[in-house]
C-alpha cells in the first residue's frame, strides 16, 4: 500500500499516535507542521496556522518547547507511513500546550499556499523537488 493510501486511514493512524506517542487526537486542526522528506532525510518548514479569517500564515510561533515534540511526531509518523521524499503537513490542534494529533496530508495541500512569497523554496517547488529526487538543502523564511 502506498504512502497516500495510508495517510487515509485516519482512524488507525490516530489510533497508532495514541498508543506509540501519547497524543490524543482531534478534527479540524488549524496548524500544520510541514515536513520536507528528501532522499538524505527530513527538513521542518515552520508552522503554518488558519487564521480567524479562513486565510493561513507561515510562520507560526511556536516555542521550542513545543516544535520538538511536533518533530518527533513528524519523525515517527513518516517512519511508521514509510514515507517516501516528497511533502507532507501534519495537521493537529494546540489547547494551551497540549498538541492534539489530527492527520497527515501526504502533499502540500491548500494550507501550503501560506509558504508563497514567505519560504524559499516554498512548499509546492519542495515538493516537486523531492518527487524529482533533486538536491534541497535548507528551508529559509524570507526577511519581511
Known sequence: MDVATRCQEVESIRTWVKQECQLESCEGG???LPIV???RGPLYA???AQL???TYHQPYPLPDRLKQPLFRLGWRLLSYLAATPAVYLVQFDLAGEEIYFDRV???PGEPAT???G???PDLFTCHWLCLNREP???LVIKKP
Request: charged share 25%; net charge negative.
Open 30 to 32: 488549524k496548524f500544520w
Open 37 to 39: 522528506l528528501t532522499a
Open 46 to 48: 515552520e508552522v503554518i
Open 52 to 54: 480567524p479569517d479562513g
Open 105 to 107: 496530508i501526504p502533499y
Open 114 to 116: 501560506a509558504s508563497r
Open 118 to 120: 514567505v519560504q524559499e
Open 136 to 138: 534541497l538543502f535548507d
